[in-house]
């Protein structure tokens, strides 16, 4: 069964356009919404003028910017739309949580020396390895539970097997909402990393290991977004509507 296709007709961006569903049409579009700091992945589901606080003037320049982005790359994006859940999901795994998991162990002894290192001039290094310490523990956990839980039972719904898909949660929104809130949690937990690290700027004492230690958190963080996209705004919806198709 296919994922329903956003791309059966052009998308025609407004104020009240949703800002997964624009991702979700043309992920090239996530590099407008990242250059106003606006979160595409954990708050996409706002309208556009939500996100800018209800500005019209600001919300008909975003709405340019994406248009433009749209027409420049269109037949571009890789139409994650359209692949069938199982497909998505094992691309998801291969690519997204295979990622997490050897950065995770790539990142944490360049956190820990730079620390080390760096710690007394530059204190708030403690806070971004504490805040990453605790972020790779629960992502650990996090995609533990999709691919044991959620991820088999949706592979079930594509097989036709909905009746056979033991199910301890109920509907699969239970578990989907459950890993929604986690992804709000990362998301929260990486924009305080940002912050305290200014963009992942380094400052001018920073030596060569600082600097690459800057780059792969934000490199980390980039990966993340486009992650948490891909589920929230593609993955679980279809999910649950398939689920509903499928009901007697």
Not at 101 to 107: A, P
Not at 141 to 158: G, N, S, T, V
Not at 213 to 222: G, N, Q, V
Request: charged share 25%; hydrophobic share 35%.
């Amino acid at each position: 069964m296919q994922l329903f296709n956003l791309k059966d007709t052009n998308m025609d961006i407004h104020s009240n356009s949703i800002i997964g569903e624009v991702v979700a049409y043309d992920f090239h579009t996530a590099s407008v919404f990242s250059k106003h700091k606006i979160d595409f992945c954990c708050n996409g589901k706002r309208s556009l003028l939500e996100a800018c606080n209800q500005e019209q003037d600001v919300t008909s320049q975003l709405v340019a910017e994406l248009n433009e982005s749209l027409q420049k790359n269109e037949g571009k994006a890789s139409d994650f739309n359209t692949w069938p859940l199982d497909l998505l999901i094992d691309y998801i795994e291969k690519i997204h949580h295979r990622y997490v998991r050897n950065k995770i162990k790539e990142i944490t002894p360049y956190l820990d020396k730079v620390v080390r290192v760096h710690g007394v001039n530059h204190p708030e290094l403690h806070q971004i390895k504490a805040l990453f310490t605790e972020s790779a523990e629960d992502l650990i956990q996090h995609l533990y539970k999709e691919e044991i839980i959620l991820f088999p039972y949706i592979r079930h719904m594509c097989a036709g097997e909905l009746a056979s898909a033991h199910s301890s949660f109920g509907s699969v929104g239970n578990p989907i909402h459950m890993m929604e809130n986690e992804h709000d949690t990362e998301g929260n937990r990486f924009r305080t990393i940002r912050a305290l690290s200014n963009d992942y700027a380094p400052p001018a004492d920073a030596c060569t290991t600082y600097r690459v230690c800057f780059s792969m958190l934000e490199e980390f963080e980039k990966d993340l977004h486009k992650h948490i996209h891909l589920e929230n705004n593609i993955l679980f919806p279809a999910a649950m509507r398939m689920e509903k198709e499928m009901a007697p």
